[in-house]
């Protein structure tokens, strides 16, 4: 399998139980509920799985639980990038050998690279490798990747997909890139707009949630019938607002364990959403399960 060139990718959550340890049995029940799905594949070890809270052997054992649950039916992408460049190259390694997709690498963060240190970043990780890369334009790098740069990465030949954190630069990077690079927006608020824009889809944490209702935006643009894509993103806007309202993941694990799945609570520094808090998120979903055709029930 290969990463998706187009559809709705899920950046898979970590749950975590009362004593702060990997719930390896609750993430196994995800994958194996959004594997039943439409979704298009999944990111395991991204942000929304709290990547950097876990340990080396943490990250083993998830990406072995992914691919083993998705027995084939879903591409999983490995969360690999981060600032440990060895830790990087050990975990490519590891997905290569545990039969990945590809590879997710989010631009190095809080160092202030210089254009050819990130460009020589992201080199060497995609010419260590014959999987296929997705990379991350991340907001939470001292200095995201520009027009320009991504340009240039996309002459490599295992450099296939974007995940664009920067949605001012979407549209361009669509109209220069796009016939090289899947554009994949990383703000599900914008789904439908880069759709519009003839981006390829996105990363989307609330298909964590509502899996149905997330697929049915990208369905709905590709057939053609923006209205409908339109109308879906609205109805789903409040809850994403609802889902990054704090402490991310926090609530889109409190969102989760509210319909039935696995959220579980969040590792410290990181803290669990209130009562109080979630009240007005349980609300949200309500109002969103209360707006939408039957058939996109599926997953609430």
Do not use: C
């Given at each position: 399998?290969?990463?998706?060139?187009?559809?709705?990718?899920?950046?898979?959550v970590t749950p975590f139980t009362a004593t702060e340890d990997v719930d390896e049995e609750g993430f196994r029940r995800?994958?194996?509920?959004?594997?039943?799905?439409?979704?298009?594949?999944?990111v395991v070890l991204p942000t929304?799985?709290?990547?950097?809270?876990?340990?080396?052997?943490?990250?083993r054992r998830l990406i072995d639980a992914a691919t083993e649950e998705a027995r084939g039916k879903k591409p999983v992408i490995v969360g690999c990038g981060g600032l440990n460049i060895r830790e990087t190259e050990i975990l490519i390694r590891h997905a290569e050998g545990a039969g990945s997709a590809g590879l997710f690498v989010i631009s190095p963060y809080f160092y202030k690279l210089s254009?050819?240190?990130y460009l020589s970043?992201?080199?060497r990780v995609a010419r260590s490798t014959a999987l296929e890369l997705l990379i991350y334009n991340s907001t939470y790098a001292n200095v995201p990747l520009t027009l320009e740069m991504i340009e240039e990465l996309a002459d490599e030949p295992n450099i296939v997909a974007l995940k664009e954190g920067n949605q001012?630069?979407?549209g361009d990077a669509v109209r220069r890139v796009g016939d090289r690079l899947s554009i994949f927006t990383s703000r599900?608020?914008?789904i439908y707009e880069t759709l519009a824009l003839g981006g390829h889809g996105a990363i989307a944490f609330s298909a964590n949630v509502v899996p149905a209702v997330v697929v049915a935006i990208f369905d709905a643009a590709s057939r053609g019938d923006l209205e409908a894509a339109r109308r879906l993103q609205f109805r789903?806007?409040?809850?994403?607002?609802?889902l990054v309202s704090r402490s991310y993941p926090a609530p889109l694990k409190a969102a989760m364990d509210l319909v039935g799945l696995r959220g579980g609570r969040v590792r410290a520094p990181l803290s669990n959403l209130t009562a109080e808090e979630i009240g007005p998120l349980q609300e949200a979903l309500r109002q969103l399960q209360d707006a939408i055709p039957a058939s996109t029930r599926v997953g609430m």
């Open positions: 399998m290969s990463i998706p060139r187009q559809g709705i990718i899920v950046p898979l995800n994958v194996a509920f959004l594997t039943a799905h439409a979704v298009h594949g999944f929304a799985g709290e990547a950097p809270s876990l340990t080396l052997d943490e990250k254009r050819e240190e970043y992201y080199r001012l630069q979407l599900d608020i914008y789903l806007s409040p809850l994403i607002w609802k």
